[in-house]
């Protein structure tokens, strides 16, 4: 069954919809200045890009350099509903930023993690998954992790909703945008990823700060370099 096709609302709602419940825990990364950053043309790293099947440590550098270069606040604003919008390297439907990739560190055995990017932090979602270590052991059988992390992208359909009718396959896209765009990161930073082929969604389930409209919309590893 096709699905219907998105259309924008006459009037957008104007509730900002909260689509996590965190708590005060909290890991401040390194700071990162893009000005350090290496110029390489986008070619070069789009013909490099390969989805990994081994992977290595990730360090806390190597996530801040992945959450400023994919993540970057470049503008905010609002909708005149005063819904609000904003816009990062990765195309998201009316700049809502329904997808929100949460992350697992190795360091923290219990806690998943969001990126705030207005203060480079990620901060830990209430709950944790109970779920996780038998994923991680079925994806360990075929790929072995290394300290790798696992990266859960949740997808709120709510949050579009608020402006769009049938926002179903906007997820979806805006889903696929953001694991194409860090895969791209990935490649640039010399990091190794790749997507598993899962949703993610007993995770979610599990994480009681999640709002009852986010959903799994994939999983991908990050690791370190080779």
């Not at 819904?83 to 560190?105: C, F």
Request: some cysteine.
């Amino acid at each position: 069954m096709l699905a219907r096709d998105p259309e924008p609302k006459h009037e957008s709602e104007h509730e900002n919809h909260n689509s996590f419940e965190i708590n005060d825990y909290m890991i401040d990364l390194d700071p990162v200045s893009m000005l350090n950053f290496e110029e390489r043309s986008f070619l070069s790293v789009f013909k490099e890009r390969r989805s990994a099947r081994a992977f290595y440590p990730l360090t806390y550098s190597d996530l801040s350099k992945f959450l400023i270069v994919t993540h970057q606040l470049i503008h905010s604003d609002k909708t005149s509903s005063s819904l609000d919008i904003e816009h990062q390297p990765a195309m998201s439907s009316g700049g809502l930023q329904a997808i929100t990739p949460l992350l697992k560190v190795v360091s923290d055995e219990h806690r998943w993690f969001k990126y705030q990017n207005t203060q480079h932090t990620m901060i830990a979602i209430d709950g944790q998954a109970d779920t996780l270590g038998e994923y991680l052991n079925e994806v360990n059988e075929n790929l072995k992790l290394n300290g790798a992390i696992p990266i859960v992208y949740a997808g709120d359909l709510k949050r579009l909703s608020g402006k769009y009718e049938n926002p179903d396959s906007l997820l979806w896209r805006d889903a696929g945008v953001m694991m194409n765009i860090h895969a791209m990161a990935a490649t640039y930073l010399g990091l190794t990823y790749s997507p598993v082929g899962q949703l993610g969604q007993p995770i979610i389930s599990d994480l009681k700060g999640c709002s009852r409209s986010v959903i799994g919309c994939g999983i991908a590893i990050l690791g370190g370099p080779p």
